[in-house]
């Protein structure tokens, strides 16, 4: 932390998207954390509570367009990025200074220099877009037919799938964040297949979201009249989430392996579900199963088995860090069902961030992650 | 029909479950229907007004428990039956008159003779509940643990799957009619497997339905306040529906087979979807599974093949009698992604029934289930 | 008719819109009417099934753009217009030619000349906008902040709620159908204000709609994630049914007056309550307000008092034409709450619009909206 | 506190309901307490994690049935009932020992003098019934159809409307937790009323809440498939929260006065808004109004007087102890429109007693209640 202040100063650059404000929500309450910048472009010059009236009252500051950061004088520790992809990397490769001479699109950063300048050294970048998970570059511009600007960082960046890459976010620079579907989905199969209890083949996951996954932008789609009392499968076989679900599952396995991966929109808020199909390994069992998942999990704070006759429900994590696991015998023999549940706003996106935060900062990993969830 | 009306006189068994509620709903504008009777124990006594406020005015009978019937006079062409399961099978047995002794539990009918005979000869009989779904008894004692106590009966029932069973329809007495599930995963599954088209081992059907598939019964699991902003999946490789679809699936493939089925609870009053995997038989692509559903689907008036860029969503068929097939390449080679949506109530249930009844009784198949979705 | 078709040719301008495609779903099952004609300007060019999934396979024409449309030949008998108020005006004014030279914005008609010509003699107009709603042009430019361009036509435009103008409406040309919260309100107090059971002063309409009501339009505050789990009032004090409600009650009463009315958005897609606060007129009572409203409603098919121990909801008129009204005295003496409940997007707009046309056209006046509540 | 604990040592009485598990659900994680107690007379014997799944994993004891609780040893500092009315004053009584001699139903209380004796001298009760709001017995028995047994006790009960009671708060033995409806339209009547800025006649409270509120009972009114997709209003100028608001505003005005109370069920779990309608007093202006609340609201940490161009919903408070009051000039002259909007399980009900509790021992009031609202 620096010496103008004892606690860690904050910025959040894409404050006025779901994620951003729920960023806002639970940092606000961090006993360690002060948030002193952030931007929103579209809504620069707004103060929050007009654009998110449940964040009023708690002395934040008011939006700015990324552009306008006087970022000399900040002294910031940590960077929240909740942009959207391309915009992220972009971004990010300007404050990590990767270059000091025209990295930055003028339309962006109109100093990039200055605050490069300002924050270099000590600040720790979270980022939570899409930019830095994907380790093979190739990989990333085939499914986001984007060039990616910052190939360089993406070496250094630590995929922040908290459980799994703990040590490595100690020491990160640049953290980035898991997909909300990935996340649920890799807590739940990394320690199967690194355990080989389970096949690298036949896995199929079919996930269910609730709608604050799409963000706040203008969709006809996400109309209420659209979504209540309805629902639906999209990007069937072609979600972006499917080659950071594969990378992952294929490292934990040590081949490459691929995945059947169908989400479905339900009308709902928040939460996230994922029921998941596998193969077991020969001779496993599903006590065996279980007994992975326990012995990775059974000192977790967030993540939890549970017993054998209780199912998952959104509802029982919705508005907390917690992720539930549950391991269930298929009638067809040798299959096992998985069912795993998060709020996808927060241990899916800004919850999980936070909790890497705490890691890169040496606190308690829970801090600011403690509320039970809430229900009804 | 009887002389004494042109029209179909129909009774609906078990009318203040929703289930019933929605055959009143659709058979009040049959222009060849009069309901003549309609029976709930609990309810007894009460217009229909009182117990489904939305079916006022329309000139219905009062409820009346089933042993308050008097049989002789009513003169019935049809019986819709539908009860919950175990006591369907007993009033059933009564009213085909199997025996003509004591069968029927006195609790129930108090003088089964006289509506046995009342109602014998011509009158047809549509059960809505599992009785005589299952053709092999053992199966049905199996997984209902019930003594099945109309064994005989079931062997002249005929599977009410419309567009497969049509022509033993026609000749039907009685018609057991599917399950919501079953109607979804068999409309889907039986062209593939009778083509050939699609492998019989690996069939998962991921399976998500409205709440009022669980009827009006008071539940916790039921209230408002546990389903809303929630979802979860239940009955895990357990629910009554699998012995069903597994029955017919192995019926059209020609060998016995098994499914993986996990059913959802999602937060919207009518609607099921289903998104269902399968691996693609040797040299067959998407191509070829679509020809095989549009061959049997391109003149049906309530099952359409949707087009490739189409997705089936709930809100397409809220309210109508309408199924919608989708059929996708997955990523994964060889593998297959199928979506098919209904309404439970009416496709899924009540809706199917009618149609049922129109063939039964030589009507154009379409009467009273015109009604195009309701959306938003 | 005309002597092409022994149906009603039909058209609906501004069919893209949600009460457009309820105007198509209803319309598509009426025995006497055929849809000739759909326009959408933004959805040219694609089938109705694109837009509107729901609406397949009904042998619809395909959207064009108003300027598109060849209107000699298409020999039209009634034109629905469900187009935003002042482009309705517009529209309107040119197809009842008030004047045949260049009066129409060459931006909407390329050729107003000919269509004015095509369609001139006996077609129909009913308009669903607000534009020939109030009697008074200075009140409507006061509200709409609009020039009105078709200031004459407004003299012979018929405000279409339908109990109530009935014998106006069958000679009508033009009728201009109420708003959603008019129609509820209006129903339930002009005959109470006729019969001056209630005083002029005092009333508060506090109003309830669901989604649906604000259209199919991209506004931030329509997502799934703003409304649902949510509700609160608008355009407290300002919105534009305000003063059609008050022309309509003054005009019933006899003498000016104001109302207090305020709308709220409710999580629900369909349906429309009004809790009405009234003061009785001197030495009234409940059973005189009821009789009130019995003796105008006794033989409506559409619109009932409800019993004195029920309570109008939503969800006993959903999808229906239905309007429910209740009358409750309050604990406060002197003062009656009245409660009154309708589908927004049927009696409150394209139901009552067809309810309009079939008096127009001497047809049986529930064609088409016979159909029963959808529930649950 | 006790010299056993630095922590208060707090037991919650009725667990089981949704009350009960919000108060859990808050005080788990206040500095200050222990939970060392959990009553549900149904549900004995169950760990809260069975009955509430989203309550796993927080130390919490076992729930029992009150007549087994072993009152000695336990040296409770406070203690909240959340049981129904009538069963709570019983229960009270014995608690706070009025009598010490079979004053409790043998059938709740097995060893009444045990825990009466165990818990003596510095117990703290904190009551979130009905059972001691009203001050005149009269009144309660007139509308709980009750007589009430602990009349003495009535007289020391404070009213815990925690802005407005705040110093008889700090020194009360027993505090009576308004009910949610009356919450919000005191907090925002009381100040108007006492500063006679608004007309004691003629106050009509539009109210509408979530399903929440009707508690976690089997009763069909409150299945999902009855709410979703409906509203309506209930118990129509009976409801029992009436006379709690008149008592207070009676009270605040130095007249006696009534008011028209009509609560609305609304499909979302949480969140209570009241449409408040008034008359202002000669001469008042909403500016008057405005600056009345202002005043005494403006220090307070949950009571908030909301811009003149912001309108308070309910997704603005979710999950908080937040309350929003805004203030509205109407079209007709010398009326004002009031709107506030709540959570009802918090600063309706959970929320409030503990901050209530905050106050009775000497804490910071906001203790454990900073949680900005969940949104979306």
């Known amino acids: 932390m620096t010496a103008k202040s004892k606690k860690i100063r904050a910025a959040i650059l894409g404050a006025s998207g779901y994620t951003g404000a729920e960023l806002v929500r639970l940092l606000v309450r961090h006993p360690n954390v002060e948030i002193v910048l952030m931007t929103a472009d579209r809504k620069a010059g707004q103060p929050i509570d007009t654009v998110y009236p449940h964040l009023t009252g708690l002395g934040l500051p008011d939006l700015i367009a990324v552009s306008d950061v006087e ?9 929240f990025c909740a942009l959207p992809h391309a915009t992220s990397q972009e971004i990010i490769k300007g404050i990590l200074h990767e270059t000091g001479h025209g990295f930055i699109d003028e339309m962006i950063i109109e100093r990039p220099a200055d605050y490069a300048n300002a924050i270099q050294g000590s600040v720790k970048v979270i980022d939570l877009s899409a930019d830095f998970r994907l380790r093979d570059i190739d990989v990333y511009t085939k499914w986001y037919s984007e060039y990616h600007q910052a190939a360089e960082l993406q070496k250094e960046a630590v995929y ?26 890799l807590l739940t199969l990394i320690p199967l297949l690194k355990d080989k209890k389970i096949c690298k083949d036949g896995i199929i996951i079919d996930a269910k979201s609730g709608v604050s996954g799409a963000g706040r932008s203008l969709r006809e789609a996400n109309l209420f009249t659209e979504v209540s009392e309805a629902m639906h499968p999209y990007a069937i076989a072609a979600h972006r989430h499917s080659p950071e679900i594969e990378q992952e599952l294929s490292r934990a396995y040590g081949e490459d392996l691929m995945v059947t991966f169908t989400p479905h929109l339900v009308p709902m808020n928040r939460g996230e579900l994922e029921t998941i199909y596998v193969n077991m390994a020969d001779g496993q069992t599903i006590a065996d199963l279980r007994e992975s998942l326990s012995k990775v999990y059974e000192d977790e704070p967030f993540v939890h088995l549970v017993g054998e006759d209780v199912i998952p429900a959104t509802r029982h994590v919705r508005g907390s860090n917690q992720c539930l696991i549950g391991v269930y015998a298929d009638r067809v023999p040798g299959r096992a069902i998985l069912v795993v549940a998060i709020d996808n706003l927060i241990k899916g996106s800004s919850g999980q961030a936070i909790q890497n935060m705490n890691i890169m900062f040496g606190l308690k990993e829970t801090l600011s992650l403690e509320q039970a969830p809430l229900f009804p």
Chains 1, 2, 3, 4 share one sequence.
């Open 71 to 79: 970022w000399p004088g900040l002294e910031l520790d940590v960077i």
């Open 160 to 185: 922040g799938l908290t459980e799994h890459y703990r040590e490595d976010i100690k020491k990160a620079r640049l953290v980035a964040c898991p997909g909300c579907y990935p996340t649920a989905a």
